[in-house]
């Protein structure tokens, strides 16, 4: 309820006593104003209807002193006969009456006045406390909202980090495999170009092809074909183990030290045939048979004092002691010259330095030895393989791989 609303009612209640006041004054009024219109009428009728004083009337019958002359008792006898005086009692009445029942209403109206204003102050105070309440609440209204306004700027500042995060993680994530399939390229790109080691490039490459069919990326889809490529060309090569015959050399390598020359082979021992004694011989036989055994330690000794060799070659090879330090190092350097013959795919060189290897582990190193033969075995095995394959260099990968480098660092 407004301000208007609340004081009218009081503006109601101040005036209803002056109201009052002028109704009372306007009431005696008319009853004064009516009293003296009757009088005036009845001094007209009395002067009209009484004759003109005469001579003195004989006093009236009785002894009462207070008694009305008989003119003054005719008169007021023919003062109620007067219709305007009843005219006036009843105009008096008539305002009287209305005088009552006006002091009956302005107080039923000023009860009515003070009942309203009553129950408007009670909905006024009610209405100022809804309102409190609905200031309080709309102020708690307002304090949940801005808190919850700021919950919803933090959780959308929340998201766009997470979004950045998100972004930059797969970012990363697509480097890093990118990086991990470079990587594997050109591990395999290094297998081919130092060692020729055909299956370790092919495991790199499925490898990195592994890798990007994980992520399944598809602006990786090129990077993959091209990797499937190289890798369609790199199993259609022939088979060479070039690291397993690096290996078969590097073990020819290492025995070289322990390898028996020609020269320094002894001649088979021979066997011991034991002296047949005969049973139940007597203790005298065993004497014999122990100088007997002492002559045969003897013999022997003797002839391993001389040695006759025999060579199945036209010359006899005869070395100093201390020349077949040089002829293994020699042996040595020709094995080194055909593993580097191997790395570089020089089929030429390699295969003639396996010969010189046979050639001299036939002519200066025992031949009847098994480590002699087992290296021979080998030297022959090399010979025979095939190195001089021309491998691919892998720069369909390589190139996909920079474009994508390129095509990021773009963006």
């Keep these: 309820m407004s301000q208007d609303d609340t004081s009218s009612p009081k503006a109601a209640l101040t005036a209803a006593p002056a109201a009052e006041?002028?109704?009372?004054?306007?009431?005696?009024?008319?009853?004064?104003?009516?009293?003296?219109?009757?009088?005036?009428?009845?001094?007209?009728?009395?002067?009209?209807?009484?004759?003109?004083?005469?001579?003195?009337?004989?006093?009236?019958?009785?002894?009462?002193?207070?008694?009305?002359?008989?003119?003054?008792?005719?008169?007021?006898?023919?003062?109620?006969?007067?219709?305007?005086?009843?005219?006036?009692?009843?105009?008096?009445?008539l305002a009287g009456w209305q005088w009552v029942e006006t002091r009956l209403k302005i107080s039923g109206t000023q009860q009515e006045l003070a009942r309203r204003l009553a129950e408007n102050d009670a909905g006024a105070a009610e209405t100022r406390a809804l309102a409190r309440q609905a200031e309080e609440r709309t102020a708690a209204l307002q304090e949940r909202f801005g808190a919850l306004e700021a919950k919803i700027a933090e959780s959308q500042s929340q998201q766009a980090t997470l979004e950045k995060l998100f972004q930059d993680l797969a970012r990363s994530r697509d480097e890093w495999a990118l990086a991990e399939v470079e990587q594997n390229v050109t591990l395999a790109a290094q297998q081919l170009q130092l060692s020729g080691n055909v299956r370790g490039a092919v495991a790199a490459l499925q490898t990195a092809d592994s890798r990007l069919a994980a992520g399944g990326r598809p602006q990786l889809l090129a990077l993959r074909k091209a990797i499937n490529h190289d890798l369609e060309?790199?199993?259609?090569?022939?088979?060479?183990?070039?690291?397993?015959?690096?290996?078969?050399?590097?073990?020819?390598l290492i025995a070289v030290d322990s390898l028996p020359l020609a020269i320094d082979a002894r001649p088979r021992a021979e066997t011991q045939t034991p002296v047949p004694t005969e049973e139940g011989a007597a203790d005298g036989n065993a004497a014999l048979a122990i100088v007997h055994r002492f002559a045969s330690e003897l013999w022997r000794e003797f002839r391993s004092l001389v040695r006759i060799q025999r060579f199945d070659r036209d010359e006899a090879v005869l070395l100093a002691p201390g020349q077949s330090f040089f002829l293994r190092e020699n042996l040595r350097l020709h094995l080194l010259n055909a593993r580097l013959a191997l790395l570089s795919r020089d089929q030429t060189s390699f295969r003639n330095e396996l010969k010189?290897?046979?050639?001299?582990?036939?002519?200066?190193?025992?031949?009847?030895?098994?480590?002699?033969?087992?290296a021979q075995g080998q030297m022959k095995q090399l010979a025979g393989a095939e190195i001089d394959i021309q491998l691919p260099t892998l720069n369909e990968s390589l190139s996909a791989i920079r474009n994508l480098q390129l095509a990021r660092e773009r963006k």
């Design 233 to 252: 060309q790199l199993r259609t090569l022939p088979l060479a183990d070039l690291p397993g015959m690096n290996l078969r050399l590097e073990s020819v």
């Design 21 to 93: 006041s002028e109704v009372n004054t306007a009431a005696d009024s008319a009853a004064a104003a009516a009293a003296g219109q009757a009088a005036s009428a009845g001094a007209a009728a009395g002067a009209r209807s009484s004759p003109l004083p005469s001579s003195p009337a004989a006093p009236a019958a009785g002894p009462s002193a207070f008694a009305l002359p008989p003119p003054r008792r005719a008169a007021a006898a023919s003062a109620w006969r007067n219709p305007w005086l009843i005219v006036a009692l009843i105009a008096l009445a």
């Design 356 to 374: 010189r290897t046979q050639d001299w582990l036939e002519r200066y190193f025992d031949g009847r030895d098994p480590a002699v033969q087992a």
